[in-house]
């Protein structure tokens, strides 16, 4: 899936997982993708830089992040 695909009017992914995250990590999020869009190679180097640069722009623990895409992860899968 494209990233342009989940990113549709400044809306990330309509799922529990996101909508419970604070208002902050949502922007947080959404700088991600947009980073991830605008760049070229490997979707996981990719993902990796971008949180990286927004985690310290924002001034967000990293381990957010990833605890953010761990739930978003297990939820789409339909796990528990």
Do not use: C, W
Request: charged letters at 35%; zero cysteines.
């Amino acid at each position: 899936m494209q990233v342009s695909r989940i990113i549709k009017e400044n809306h990330i992914i309509d799922s529990k997982s996101f909508n419970e995250l604070p208002p902050l990590m949502k922007e947080a999020m959404r700088d991600v993708f947009e980073l991830i869009e605008k760049e070229t190679g490997n979707i996981i180097e990719k993902f990796e830089g971008a949180v990286a640069k927004v985690s310290e722009f924002h001034g967000i623990n990293i381990e957010k992040f990833y605890e953010y895409v761990d739930k978003e992860v297990i939820e789409q899968l339909g796990e528990k």
